[in-house]
């Protein structure tokens, strides 16, 4: 093989995909103060190259996967500037490999072995000029930032990397916020809190007390009413909620057909994605209603069955403070509890709910952060907590 041609090739691929993405304005948050952004990648197991993610926009594997190389460059490197971004990870089995840079694939892409660990630094003048931050997606949580050189990550834990988040700020600024500022403590206590049968007009007051107080939820969504609050949907995933499926229409599962259910989360996932949201990875059977028949098309469909361990009955009640004294009684470390953001007595109840789970010690996580620490959840399988 050619290697100088191949690389030639590489190098006119990435100036087209790097050009593409300044166009796209992904040199760096404003934020960060930096004009010069990291650009990067990771390889998942069973998937390939992901595609290239701009500064400090997080890269994950998909659930169940996991990452065996990277590769990493910079967009905006000031002209006449020397020096690289470099790189280097330690696979499972093999340790620290060699540092490396321009997007040169570091770690492996024909393992089965998992990064454990994963080191980035800055050479020549921009060591001077510039920080590079980095974390590393691992059991289940963003791993806190560490800097030029630091390690990300454990060694000889067993613990695979299972994402990658890079910045750059200017040498010395301000310690960035890690990726999306949101990870997970796995020691401390936890709940998921879901919304069903919105989005609606109420929906905001729920996200901005979840903002507020650096939390998250899982919402699951009657297709049809997606597109009328399109920005409500985009504005669920910005802050990393969950953008899940409670089917199209709200028909009971147990009552359709093998084809009018796929039907009904295809259209779902579509206007969810429309919107600005992530497509959706688990379904709320409507009525929490769920048989056999109907866990095996979700099983076809690729999806888990959402159900819960504490029910406010809010729709029935629409009453904010009997909600809050359900959820305040009953709530335990890894429950699911339901709501229902199409009632405004729901949104009150979450207003005074988000802030006093927080303060009890809870962290309000998706349903699939949760599930992420503790097991997992398998399409066609039925979950109602995670304790
Ligand atoms: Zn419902």
Redesign the pocket.
């Known amino acids: 093989m050619d290697w100088k041609k191949i690389r030639q090739a590489v190098r006119t691929v990435l100036a087209a995909v790097l050009i593409c993405a300044a166009s796209v304005g992904i040199t760096g948050d404003p934020a960060y103060a930096a004009d010069m952004g990291a650009v990067y990648g990771i390889y998942e197991h069973g998937t390939g190259w992901s595609g290239y993610h701009g500064d400090s926009k997080t890269a994950r594997a998909g659930t169940g996967s996991y990452v065996t190389a990277i590769r990493a460059s910079l967009l905006g490197q000031p002209e006449g500037m020397s020096g690289t971004l470099s790189y280097q990870v330690n696979l499972s089995g093999s340790g620290w490999l060699s540092w490396q840079e321009n997007m040169t694939p570091n770690g492996s892409t024909e393992t089965d072995m998992p990064l454990e660990a994963v080191r980035m630094a800055f050479t020549g003048q921009l060591a001077e000029n510039y920080d590079v931050y980095y974390s590393v997606y691992q059991n289940g949580s963003w791993t806190t930032p560490v800097k030029n050189g630091e390690t990300a990550g454990t060694e000889g834990h067993g613990l695979r990397v299972d994402g990658l988040w890079v910045t750059v700020t200017g040498k010395g600024a301000e310690v960035p916020e890690g990726p999306n500022g949101k990870s997970v403590d796995p020691t401390r206590p936890m709940v998921a809190l879901t919304f069903?049968?919105g989005p609606s007009k109420y929906t905001p007051r729920i996200l901005d007390s979840l903002e507020a107080n650096g939390g998250r939820a899982t919402f699951?969504m009657?297709g049809n009413r997606v597109a009328s609050y399109a920005s409500t949907v985009k504005r669920m995933a910005d802050l990393g909620c969950e953008t899940d499926s409670?089917t199209w229409a709200?028909t009971y599962l147990t009552g359709m057909s093998e084809g009018e259910i796929l039907q009904s989360l295809n259209q779902t996932r579509d206007a969810i994605v429309a919107a600005g949201g992530n497509a959706p990875k688990g379904v709320?059977p409507?009525?929490g209603k769920i048989n056999d028949a109907s866990k095996a098309v979700l099983a076809k469909a690729g999806m888990p069955s959402i159900v819960w361990s504490v029910d406010t009955l809010d729709w029935k009640t629409r009453n904010a403070q009997h909600t809050i004294d359900i959820v305040l009684s009953q709530v335990q470390d890894g429950d699911i509890i339901l709501m229902?953001d199409l009632y405004e007595q729901s949104a009150i109840a979450a207003e005074t709910l988000i802030p006093e789970l927080t303060r009890r010690g809870y962290q309000l996580v998706t349903v699939g952060e949760m599930a992420e620490l503790r097991g997992g959840m398998a399409a066609g399988q039925s979950y109602g907590h995670f304790r």
């Open positions: 069903d049968d699951f009657v409670h709200h709320r409507p009525g229902h």
